[in-house]
């Protein structure tokens, strides 16, 4: 599958009938190439909706020890980050994306790698960064007796009480990043928001892309591509004859001799 690519003029391959198209709409087909509010808000809501599911599971986890919430807080704040750096990195898609049909690339259509996905994500990791900052120091002023002492929704309570009053100026500010994300997006014709910005990327529509990841790597697609060239009378051909298994011609007399003696 040939890759869209993106000119210095701003021209580029429609993914869908394959003409030369320029601007953001194909003439031909009508084909949007830059993704905006919508399929970016459908990518949105599944992906946080896996991290909702798998936030609400930490705070089961982390909420039994001190000893857990230290080791699952920690370990949730690297579970997120690579969410969003680990699957831009390696297919330009997060799972939301995938469904939504999108996908990040560099402004010439090239595929992303790690130096764009670690940028792109670096705002929201130095916000989050913070905030689990003060609540690990929060936790090691924390008695492991009264921790253990105190009901599990009282546990939260306890660490929450120990950070900075102006912590939630971190929760109002990711808000904030995550509001002027929409409004620069609405601001220029390719779409791209401030992450995209920062990293030197964009995301694009590519209906062509299957929804799971793995078949579009190269390994796959090349063994998918060696199996389809194979037909099951080449396989008899080269291996049926050295072990015996070659098929026998059967005439149309011989079947008919075969019934007369029945």
């Not at 808000?41 to 919430?69: E, P, Q």
């Not at 010439?108 to 790698?113: I, K, L, Q, R």
Request: aromatic share 10%; net charge positive.
């Amino acid at each position: 599958m040939e890759r869209i690519r993106f000119t210095e003029d701003g021209h580029w391959n429609c993914p869908k009938c394959g003409i030369e198209a320029s601007g953001k709409k194909c003439p031909n087909c009508k084909f949007l190439i830059y993704a905006g509010f919508i399929p970016r808000v459908i990518a949105g809501l599944v992906d946080g909706g896996i991290t909702f599911v798998a936030a609400k599971l930490f705070i089961i986890l982390r909420s039994n020890s001190l000893d857990g919430y230290l080791a699952v807080t920690l370990f949730g704040f690297i579970f997120f980050r690579l969410y969003h750096i680990l699957f831009v990195a390696l297919w330009g898609q997060t799972p939301g994306k995938m469904i939504a049909r999108i996908q990040v690339v560099q402004l010439d259509g090239s595929p992303v790698g790690w130096a764009h996905a670690i940028p792109r994500n670096s705002v929201e990791t130095a916000i989050v960064m913070v905030v689990v900052y003060f609540e690990i120091q929060a936790s090691l002023h924390v008695p492991a007796a009264d921790f253990a002492k105190a009901m599990a929704e009282q546990r939260d309570v306890m660490i929450k009480a120990l950070m900075p009053n102006n912590i939630g100026y971190m929760t109002m500010a990711s808000k904030l990043y995550v509001y002027s994300e929409y409004v620069v997006m609405f601001m220029n014709k390719r779409k791209r928001a401030i992450h995209d910005f920062i990293g030197g990327t964009v995301v694009i529509h590519d209906p062509r892309h299957a929804i799971l990841p793995w078949r579009r790597l190269k390994v796959m697609s090349e063994l998918a591509d060696k199996i389809e060239e194979i037909s099951f009378e080449d396989f008899l051909e080269k291996h049926g004859k050295h072990k015996g298994l070659e098929t026998p011609e059967i005439t149309v007399s011989q079947v008919e001799d075969n019934h007369e003696k029945g």
